[in-house]
Structure formats: structure tokens, C-alpha cells
């Protein structure tokens, strides 16, 4: 599948939590939700990105959005991850790379796991994207700026 773009409908998908626990898409309609996709837990960029997210989460929660993380880890990688750099956020384990594949993230550079990030409004519609292998932190500055534009009602392009 190609990568989905703005304008899109965001897929339903279902996968596995950090606690076990069946998550879908489906379960976040009416609130708007940041997803990031990124190659692995505990790897320096990962763990950096991750953080980033964590310490700009209650920017995000204030705007009314949530944020959720996908990897290929397994949950209990996820928990792990988790619990030693304090995330307030939900990790969604996709070990299949099935929801990779329905959002369009591919491997880049031959073989490293996509990053990349969807901003989402309400209905789920993709208001923005993201990607960049090698700078995680721009990931959050652009799901910020598309949230506070969602928030003041500009649409992003």
C-alpha cells in the first residue's frame, strides 16, 4: 500500500498494548490522536523520540489529543520500554507489521523499520504527516504545530 497522505481516512486497526490489552483505532473516535511509528524500543533515536513525545505529552493532552506509539517490539518489550523511561502514553505492539502496511510506513534505507507520524482529528481523517529516519525530534514539533492548528480550526497541508 502507498503511503497514506492528508486528506485520508485514517484504517482501523487492531493490536496489542503494553499490557496485553486488544486496542483499535476505533476505540479513540471523537478525540484527536497523534500515531508514531518508529523502528524499535531502547534504541538511542527511539528512546529520544519517545521521550520527547513523553516530556510534550501534556501539551498534547490539553489540546485534546492523545498519542500512540507502534513498533514491531513485542508487548513486553513495550512495558519494559515503558517503565524505565516513564511514558504516559500507550505502545501498540505490531509484530506482523499489519498496521505498518495499512498506514503505508515501508522499511527505509533497505532494512530499518519506517518513522513516521500521523496526526489525526477527530473523525480520524489525516490532518498531517511526518516522516524522518534521522531526526525524531521533528516528529513532535509537527504533530504539535498540526494539533494547535486542529485546535484553532486551520486545517494543515
Known sequence: MTKL????????????DQN???I????FIGKPL???????????????EACEFRDKYS??????????????????AHAHFISKNSLPYT?????????????GVHKELLFFPGRTTFILNKEHKIIGT???LINPSSHIQESLKAIDHLKGGTPVH
Open 5 to 16: 497522505k492528508v486528506d485520508d481516512q485514517a484504517p482501523d486497526f487492531s493490536g496489542v
Open 20 to 22: 496485553g490489552k486488544k
Open 24 to 27: 483499535s483505532l476505533s476505540q
Open 34 to 48: 497523534v500515531l508514531f511509528f518508529y523502528p524499535k524500543d531502547d534504541s538511542k533515536s527511539c528512546t529520544n
Open 59 to 76: 501539551s498534547f493532552v490539553n489540546a485534546g489529543a492523545d498519542v500512540i506509539g507502534i513498533s514491531n517490539d513485542d508487548p513486553e
Open 91 to 103: 505502545l501498540i505492539s505490531d509484530r506482523d507489521g499489519e498496521i505498518a502496511k495499512k498506514y
Open 130 to 132: 511526518h516522516s524522518s
